[in-house]
Structures are given as structure tokens and as C-alpha cells.
């Protein structure tokens, strides 16, 4: 590390997510595990948290386990922001599904959206979730009018609720000139992912819930006569009747099918040393998340509390040390906000957003195990949602079939987990958003 870099690090840093600072990791018995449950679910983010709480709801004795401390992958380090990001266009899933599936799908997204913010409250999980909205900028004039080109186009416009923000009224939304005007989705939320986590847990263990971390899933073996599975983990054997993948963008060769299937790709942040109110009000002064046309892509909003910028985005062609992403999210957060040139840096930290070959989540049944993977960098809505639809659907209630059952859930020749064609598409990706394409 340069002098240089070396000066945007505050005294205090820490290579470690910012939530962690209000929410502790969570330290729960390391209980030995029950020799059998009806419901083993395997990965304790928002998948497997918001199915185990349908389960055990339903009366299903369910048993969480994850492979390090609860909650310890995207789930509790990711951005906190709320979309209805289902990523490929209507024309894209119109060519590939058929203009009605195309659309059923789009309104899982729609849902999904609305559906947090309900069951946020429903459930009474304090995690800052606000409706703030969220600013796409255009990084060319071109990008705008393709902006505003789909916006028109768009099947379900009013159901989008977005309006197209010219470069000339674009202050109101953001302290900077670098985007040529963007569009505004007012329904999109943001909140403080580590907390929202937290809530659901409490809500899990409350429903009777036993969730179990350091206890890394070894091998699934079905039973005989479709019985069900015995699951050998690092704390002993168990055997379950049925056994939900919640492992994301950690999927690995416990569940060599969903591994050939889902991408794990390195997702960079950090965290500002605290601006002060008035200073960071200024930069976003309606306080919305913030991502932009280019297609390696970034996402910046404010902190809860509206001091710091939390700035983040991929920066490397190849996974990178977290103290080598900061100095590189620092540069890109100065090229829109040279104002921010002489800001330190408190926090850096990464994870690894499973990402799939349709860039949309896949869920349902391979060889009787359940799985929801695959949310492509936008899982707080859709891992809770479709977390949620699944655990009904090992309940076998109709209420959790949704329009991405029965989509293919294809892989690639010479795929096995290890995403060796990234740093090429990276790069390639990046001379696009350089020439403005
Ligand atoms: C830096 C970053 C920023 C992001 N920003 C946003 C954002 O702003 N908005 C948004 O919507 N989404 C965002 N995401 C994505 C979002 O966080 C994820 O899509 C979502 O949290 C996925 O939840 P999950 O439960 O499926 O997986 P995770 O929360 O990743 O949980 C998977 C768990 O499975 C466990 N596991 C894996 N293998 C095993 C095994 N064999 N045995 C036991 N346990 C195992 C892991 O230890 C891990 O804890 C971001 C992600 C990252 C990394």
C-alpha cells in the first residue's frame, strides 16, 4: 500500500461490514443437534431464516444450521438497498419466456417490494426501512434517452412508479454532475440490512426455531423409499424429512447441481468516517439510494442516521483483499463526488452475491431438495420473498407458488463453481462504460 492510499484510511478503521458496529454478531449455544427434524434448512440469511419461520410456524420441528456465525454471509453485509430488482428487461424475458410469463415474473419483483415493507411492519422488525426511493443516474446523454426510452416501453409503467429526472433538475437529487439526468423509482426502501437480519432471527427463535452456526453441512444422503435425508455436518449427523439450500453465493460442492448453477461474484463497500449531518444531507439531499447506467456497476446511499456515505460497487477484475478495494471505491467515489477527495475511510468489507445464468433467482426441487439461490446482487427483498414462498411450499401451501418455478435453471459447458470467464467480462464491461456504450 502507497502513501497515498494509505492516507484515505481513518485511524479507526476496521476491514469489517459497518452494521456489525450497531449490530453484534449474534452469539447463540452451540447446542448439540437433535438426531432428526422434519426440516433441516442449510445457510441462515434471509433464505433460510424466512423459510424456517414458515416451517416451524406450520409445525415443522426445523433446524438452521450454517457453516460459520449466524447470519455471517450477504445477509448482514450488503447495502441496504430494497428494490423489486428482478434484472433482465421485459424484452429480454419476453425473447426467452414468452411476453406472459415475462410479465408474471416482473410482478414477482413488484411484489416482493411491497411485500417487505408489509411484513417489516407486520412483524415489527426495527431496522430502519424507509421508503426513500432510489436515483438511476445516466453515465452518457445516450443512457438517458434509453432511460427514458424504456421507461415508455415499459408493460407495467405506473406499476414501476419511476419519473425520468433531466441533468438540469438533477441537483435535487444528488450533489454532482457526472450523470447526464436518471429516473427516480419512488417505491424502492433502504434500511440497515444487519438489523433487518437480526429482527428475523428473533422472529425465528421466537417460532421455536433451533439455529445452530459453525456447523457447516458436510454431505446430503437420501434415505430410503423417499423417507428423507441424513445430512452429516461438522457437529454430528442429523436426519431430516426435508432439507431446504439457502447457501447463496457460498454455494459450494456440498450441492454440486445448484454449484454448477449459481456464480459467486465479489460485491466491494465502504463507510466514510462520519460527515456530519449537513455535509452528507448535501450530497443526497433526498436521501435515496444511488446506482447508475454503467455496467460494472455501483451503489452509494447515506447511512441510517444520514452522516456517512456508504460507496460500493466491483473494482477489481479478480476478488481482492478488502484494504486493496478501499483505496479504488475512494477513487470512483471521488470522480462523482470530488468534494469528498480528502474523506477517510472507517470501514471496508465485501461478500459474494450469487448470481445465475438467466440473471434471475431460481427456486424449487432438485433430487427432493429445496432451494431458492441466485437473487443477482438485489436479495433483501427477493431472498426474504422467495425464502418465504418456499418454506410454504415445503408446507405444500398453494400460497407459495410463484412465476419462477418453473423457469430452467441452466449452467454452462465447463462451468463447476469457479467463474474463470469474470475477470474477462469485467473488463470487458468496463471499456463499454469507458467509451460510453
Ligand atoms: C457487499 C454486498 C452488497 C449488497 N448490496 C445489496 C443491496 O444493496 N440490496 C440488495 O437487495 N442486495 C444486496 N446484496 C445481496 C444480498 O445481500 C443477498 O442477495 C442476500 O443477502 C442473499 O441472502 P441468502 O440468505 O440467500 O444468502 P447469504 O445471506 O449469503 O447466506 C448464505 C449462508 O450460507 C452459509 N453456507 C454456505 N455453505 C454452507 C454449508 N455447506 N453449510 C452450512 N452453511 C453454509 C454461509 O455461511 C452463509 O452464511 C449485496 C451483497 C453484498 C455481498
Redesign the pocket.
Known amino acids: 500500500m502507497d502513501s497515498i492510499r494509505s492516507n484515505i484510511f481513518a485511524s479507526d478503521f476496521v476491514a469489517r461490514p459497518y452494521w456489525w458496529g450497531g449490530t453484534p454478531r449474534p452469539h447463540l449455544a452451540l447446542d448439540d443437534l437433535p438426531p432428526k427434524v422434519d426440516v433441516l434448512v442449510?445457510?441462515?440469511?434471509?433464505?433460510?431464516l424466512c423459510a424456517s419461520v414458515q416451517t416451524a410456524r406450520g409445525g415443522r420441528s426445523t433446524l438452521v444450521?450454517?457453516?460459520?456465525e449466524i447470519?455471517?454471509?450477504?445477509?448482514s453485509?450488503?447495502?441496504?438497498?430494497?428494490?423489486s430488482?428482478i434484472k433482465p428487461d421485459f424484452a429480454r424475458l419476453s425473447k426467452q419466456h414468452g411476453s406472459d410469463t415475462a410479465r408474471q415474473v416482473l410482478k414477482e419483483g413488484y411484489r416482493a417490494l411491497a411485500w417487505i415493507g408489509d411484513f417489516i411492519r407486520e412483524e415489527g422488525i426495527a431496522c430502519d426501512f424507509r421508503v426513500t426511493g432510489r436515483f438511476h443516474g445516466a453515465h452518457t446523454p445516450r443512457h438517458y434517452e434509453k432511460l427514458g426510452r424504456r421507461l415508455n416501453s415499459h408493460p407495467d409503467g405506473p406499476a414501476l412508479g419511476a419519473h425520468l429526472v433531466p441533468r438540469s433538475e438533477q441537483s435535487s437529487e444528488i450533489s454532482t454532475d457526472f450523470y447526464h439526468g436518471g429516473l427516480v423509482f419512488q417505491k424502492h426502501a433502504s434500511l440497515d440490512?444487519a438489523a433487518y437480519h437480526q429482527g428475523i432471527l428473533d422472529r425465528v427463535l421466537a417460532a421455536g426455531v433451533r439455529v445452530v452456526g459453525y456447523?457447516?453441512?458436510?454431505s446430503i444422503e437420501a434415505l430410503p423409499r423417499g423417507t428423507g435425508f441424513r445430512i452429516r455436518t461438522g457437529r454430528g449427523t442429523v436426519e431430516a424429512r426435508d432439507v431446504v439450500v439457502?447457501?447463496?453465493?457460498?454455494?459450494?460442492p456440498?450441492t454440486p447441481w445448484q454449484q454448477r448453477r449459481v456464480i459467486p461474484i465479489g460485491?466491494?463497500?465502504i463507510a466514510t468516517e462520519d460527515l456530519g449531518i449537513e455535509r452528507a444531507s448535501c450530497l443526497i439531499p433526498m436521501d435515496r439510494n444511488i446506482t447508475d447506467s454503467r455496467r460494472v456497476v455501483v451503489?452509494y446511499r447515506l447511512s441510517p442516521d444520514r452522516r456517512r456515505l456508504l460507496f460500493?460497487g466491483r473494482v477489481s477484475l479478480t476478488e481482492t483483499d478488502t484494504r486493496v478495494s478501499a483505496p479504488r471505491l475512494h477513487d470512483q467515489m471521488t470522480v462523482i463526488f470530488p468534494q469528498l477527495k480528502d474523506t477517510r475511510v472507517t470501514h471496508s468489507?465485501?461478500?459474494?452475491?450469487?448470481w445465475t445464468f438467466a440473471h434471475v433467482p431460481h427456486l424449487g426441487q432438485h433430487n427432493g431438495v429445496w432451494y431458492?439461490?441466485g437473487?443477482c446482487?438485489?436479495?433483501?427483498?427477493?431472498?426474504s420473498y422467495f425464502?418465504t414462498r418456499l418454506g410454504q411450499q415445503v408446507l405444500g401451501l398453494k400460497e407459495g407458488r410463484t412465476a419462477l418455478d418453473d423457469l430452467p435453471f441452466r449452467t454452462r459447458p465447463f462451468y463447476h463453481g469457479k467463474p474463470w470467464f469474470l475477470s474477462a467480462s469485467v473488463w470487458w464491461y468496463g471499456q463499454l462504460d469507458r467509451i460510453g456504450i
Open positions: 442449510i445457510g441462515s440469511g434471509y433464505t433460510g444450521i450454517d457453516a460459520e447470519g455471517w454471509g450477504c445477509s453485509r450488503n447495502g441496504g438497498q430494497v428494490s430488482s440490512p456447523c457447516p453441512a458436510l439457502a447457501t447463496g453465493g457460498y454455494t459450494g456440498l460485491s466491494y463497500i451503489y460500493g468489507w465485501m461478500g459474494f452475491v450469487g431458492s439461490l437473487y446482487g438485489s436479495g433483501i427483498s427477493l431472498a425464502g
